[in-house]
């Protein structure tokens, strides 16, 4: 028995509850088996509004998820923005960043004291004349000391293992330096500095040559100086991310293209990402003919008016008259504004015409965009038609082209490591389709990628071809292999490959590697050559020196000190002849 008040358990004799103090009815029943717990009890005040308050505060947090949820929902338009404008995100892989350091090896390049060498030895030939000359090449290196502004280049001719002759060249202290001591024992010496004009005009041999050419001497080394400045300064002659800023704030083109688009949630589809199956969302998309007018029209307007634009060609154009005349060019007496105002005028017309073209023929672009759970574009597939803008004829009514377009984000290590692209023209049962197919992989030591490019016209006329690129590294052995083909109705046109060995290797800083083989292939293997060598790229490791020799100062020379080295030459190159021949 339980208390029908507090529900206390009772006993069998008890009249009155122990716990409350209230007296037990003559009809009390055993609670615990008979009826729920608490039944027939009348509710309690406070329990009553402790009910009322437990519901309304499940309603609130049923309410508020459901809020949540909504508010959490991206608009299906920013949303197929996002992942066309994320389709390669600054974080993203760069296997070539990480596994080289490429970045670094351009700014070494740049700004560090760096050296270089690289050497190329016919190794065989299926023409039996050049196969003759295996073991002849080249071998090209220089040094860059940028910080004593000196540099130095050395370039080899190989004859069958032998270096038959040196070109040195030096440049340091504004004088610039040449030998070839196979040929001369002169070190042929070129004074740049302070006075350069003098030396010139006073040359015997140089100084008349260069008044009858009525060449500006101290025009041109004045031209010369300014453009030297201007590179050692760092100066950009044309800053593109200066003017993309200024179009993208000035214009807003690209702000109202996106407004125009008009996206609608669609049906979801399933596709092939970083090697397994992905439910992604799908979104119609429509692409108005009117919005990619205006957007063409806007930003043909930027740039053919864009002042700093203008200024910066019209300052290369200056550039261009001025060296014209300086070399003793005729000049045509119109100044550089002149021309831009010509040449501008023509360009707009030219690109009104293109504009005019493109509005007869386009139509609205319907795609069907897909979008994983991350965000991350998946796929695309669309359709549009191309008018004939000579038609008089309605669209409906029109023997258009139709154009359709597929492409596959697989992924990978990155987004677009794996992807494939289709473009289909057809008219009157003509097909001519590009394709595009990206395939590698990458695990943070072996990297490997082909991209082959192809195209096919399918009809009255029938015609394919096609470019293939492969390449594959793996930082553990070094072993690396790059190739490159073309091909035309299944022959093949030319294949070029090298592969070998990277044996040392200290990412951004300095590089050997080992060229085994590069091998050219031509018209289905008529015609075969393979070249073996070697590449390097280092710190510079020594002090950067002049060619050694007797100076041969060339501005001051006289037409018997030329003949004097014309027959030096000569005789030099007669026994070098001689050489080979034994």
Known sequence: MKCDICGAELGAEEKVCHACGSPVGENGQDQGSALPEGAGEPPKPGKKKGIIIGVAAAAAVALGALAFSFMGRKDPKQVVIDAFENICPDDQVKPLEELFGISQFAENARTADVEDSISLILEDCSEAEV?????????VSAQSDKTNKKNAADIAVIYKDMELANLEIYYGDETLMMAIPQLSSKVFT??????????????????????????DIEGILDYFQEQVEKAESG???FDVDSLMTRFREGTQAQEKFKEALVVEKGEKGTFTMDGGEVSCNGYKVLVSKDSMMEFLRTSADFFLNDQELKEQFIMQLEQSVKLTELMGGVSSGISADQIYADNIEDMKDSVSEMIDFLDKSLTDVDMTVYVDKKGRLAAVDGSTKLLDPDSEADEAEQDAITADFSFRLQGGAYLTQNMTADIVLENNGEHLKFSMVKNGTYDGKSLTGDLSLDMSLDGAEKMKGGITCTGTYNSDGGDYHMGLGITADDSLLADISMSGVVDQLEKGTSIHADIDELKLTLMDAMAQVSFNGEYSYNPLSSEVTEPEGESFDVFAADEADMESIFMEVYLNVMQLMMQLEQ
């Open 131 to 139: 196969k003759e000359w295996a073991g002849s090449g080249f071998r």
């Open 190 to 215: 070129m004074d740049l500095g302070e006075g350069l004009e003098q030396r010139i005009e006073g040359s015997p041999l140089i100084g008349p040559a260069l008044k009858d050419s009525e060449i």
């Open 235 to 237: 100066e950009a002659a």
